[in-house]
């Protein structure tokens, strides 16, 4: 009867006579931001045995739904979760993805790139990044190079990381975005991992660099590159046809 009641409110006074637990489980919903197994998210909301009765529940009152397949639950509307979300402070939002990392990494089948979300929005960033590796070599074997370019620059992203490890991580950015044909990005990665590398390696990723250029038809780039690599081991590219001759004797 009221004129205007805000969703938030008419949430909170439906929640109010739900079970308890009800909130967390569909607090969980909310900053998970996708689908979840059901006995994941009970483990997540900490619900204890009360978890199916509350998915019951929950689905009977319409804040939650079955989603890709009846052992999966989602928050019931896009308006319920943004609700939800928006009354929790970052301190509790952390905890959350915290446990959901921590209910999700138990499953023989958990998926890297969703515990990398977890860790990440829960502030774990050594765990985050374990996770955006393992992401990036599953893409690899899978031949999406794409994608495990985008995890490894999520992994370079995040702080803590030694300029060794950075380097190591650059090239194989490289080698991803080579396999996905990409050369100039793919170059701008190599030689970026040139200057945490030793002389001999620094060589090597030169030499891709330019490669990936003159693939790529970035000639001037690419000879300019090839010239650098080949001075810093005396020798030079000739520029004439008697230099040749001369450099062949």
């Known amino acids: 009867a009221a004129a205007a009641i805000a969703l938030r409110e008419m949430l909170d006074s439906r929640l109010a006579r739900l079970p308890e ?3 967390r489980l569909l607090e969980v919903l909310a900053v998970a931001r996708h689908p979840v197994d059901a ?26 739904r079955s989603a890709a397949g009846e052992f999966t639950i989602d928050v019931y509307h896009d308006r319920i979760r943004q609700a ?50 393992a992401a990036a070599e599953r893409a690899v074997a899978s031949l999406a190079f794409d994608r495990a370019a985008r995890f490894y620059r999520h992994a370079l992203a995040l702080p803590s990381i030694g300029p060794s490890d950075a380097g190591a991580l650059r090239a194989k950015l490289g080698d991803a975005l080579a396999n996905a044909g990409r050369p100039a990005d793919a170059a701008q990665a190599y030689l970026e991992a040139c200057e945490d590398a030793d002389h001999a390696l620094a060589l090597e990723l030169r030499r891709r660099a330019a490669e990936q250029l003159l693939f790529g038809g970035h000639n001037d780039r690419g000879l300019q590159a090839m010239r650098e690599l ?3 081991v005396d020798l030079r590219i000739p520029s004439s046809q008697r230099q040749t001759i001369a450099a062949v004797l």
């Open 84 to 133: 939800l979300a928006s009354g929790l402070d970052d301190e509790v939002i952390r905890s959350i993805h915290l446990r959901l990392a921590t209910a999700l990494s138990e499953r023989p089948d958990s998926d890297p790139a969703t515990l990398f979300e977890h860790y990440l929005g829960a502030g774990a960033h050594d765990l985050a990044r374990i996770q955006a590796l």
């Open 230 to 232: 080949l001075k810093a």
């Open 39 to 64: 006995a994941t998210a009970c483990r997540a909301a900490d619900v204890g045995d009360k978890g199916r009765s509350l998915v019951s529940v929950l689905r009977s009152a319409h804040m939650l």
């Open 21 to 23: 637990g009800a909130r």
